[in-house]
């Protein structure tokens, strides 16, 4: 590795001074009945059982508290800071004690039941087990808000969820399922919320967040908006169980990605509809290709130029969807649990780039649309009939990773919780699931259309996306 790459590798994973403050477990408020019957996982939910939580967290400045708007003196920061945080930290409890009146399941933990006589084994959540979900008051007063939205490499928050102590979901036997870390910075807080991605995926995260800052804005805590629809398994999957007795066998923790740069691009509503329509004016369409599927087809290409891959090695576009839209009828949003599915688009290098954005778009797009409740419901079947989890391994070609993954949604309304600060200044992600070419979407910060792309690289690699033309010339 050349020196300027080491240094940037050691300002990227320089660790973040952070003090524990107090930790506490959270369970509901009232008694649930339904909470004392096992909770048990899909066909998705167990897939997920070996890679990481899902992990977000949102920055907020104090300086829209009223505690801040109402004080005579502006001086003395800390001390606003301070009754700020303190007013924070407890209705925030209350509120999570409330959430989780609706959303139970995160309260609990993994149990697993082995059957010898059958070689099987069920993991399943016991609601009622362990103290609760994990509440952490932290500080890390040596940082600022302009600390964490000013670099251009983002890891700087990895230890603002869970403390930085890494897990993988299948831990969530003795880890708590749901756990959210409120930060103190020198001039505002972050909120870190960590949920196993073997309980849910984006859409549900999204909701429960929401929820939570529903009821914490709200003086009536016995309603919410949207109730968590729970317990519901698709095309009658019935109560699953692995075809082998050592589940923990298949977990692996030593899972190292290797050397990474995470960065955030900023792709303006102005630049999503120039994609979308250079795209569509390629192929000869008119609104037929989305502005995300030209965005895909734009880094997929870039990411694969920079990389200098052979011409004639393979490369594939893995992307991962929900599918509650794509059943038939579609499945609200607010059922919970894993309805995703992935689908990918593979051709060689000199294929993908010797052809136009448009092509590459409208290939993508040919895969999304092939993705139908058949094929969606097939899945889940060939999976309730032997469940598997992901394997976490990586195995680079000659010439590097020749993939790139696409997750998250610029759709999720990641600026919608207000936690009695206002509108969050910005999204970051913490440690989990990275990868060599892991690309997460959020919506931008101004909305409107706008999109975030936080993209994981090899350092040599990124710097040389840093500077394509092509792909440059789209980011904002």
Known sequence: MAKSEQ??????EQETSIK????????????IKSAKQP?????????????DPIQKGLVFTIKNSPLFLSSESHDNIEIIRTKVVSRLLEKLKHSLSIALVHFYPLAGRFTTQKQPEHNTSLVFIDCNKGPGARF?????????????????????VHSFFDLGEKHVNYDCHT???LSI????????????????????????????VNTLSEIFKSDDFTTISRAPILNYRPCDIPILKFPFLDVEGFICRAYNPGPLRERIFHFSLN????????????????????????????VWRSITRVRNLPKDE?????????????????????????????TKFACKAEELLGNSLGWVAMNLRKIIMSTDEKSILATYKALADSPIVIPRETIPGPHGMTRVIIGGSSRFDMYGPEFGLGRALAARMGYGNKDDGKITANPGCEGGGSVDLEICLRPHIMASLEVDQEFMGFVS
């Open 181 to 208: 870390q409120v930060t103190e910075l020198l001039d505002g807080v972050f909120i870190g919320f960590s949920m196993s991605h073997s309980v849910v995926d984006g859409t549900s995260f999204i909701h429960f």
């Open 314 to 342: 393979q490369t594939t576009c893995f992307m991962a969807m929900g599918s509650r839209t794509r059943l038939n009828p579609p499945l609200s949003d607010d059922y919970f649990g894993n309805f995703m599915i992935s």
């Open 7 to 12: 240094e940037t590798m050691a300002k990227s």
């Open 39 to 51: 909770y048990h996982l899909g066909p998705m939910d167990l897939v997920m059982l070996t890679i």
């Open 175 to 177: 880890k708590a399922l």
């Open 20 to 31: 524990l403050v107090s930790e506490c477990f959270v369970k509901p408020k009232y008694e």
């Open 271 to 298: 630049s999503m509809l120039r994609l979308k329509a250079m795209a569509n004016q390629e192929c000869g369409t008119q609104n037929v290709l989305s502005s995300f599927q030209a965005l895909t087809a734009v």
């Open 136 to 156: 952490i008051h932290a500080t890390s007063l040596d940082f600022t808000i302009s600390d964490i939205l000013s670099p251009v490499d983002v890891s700087i």
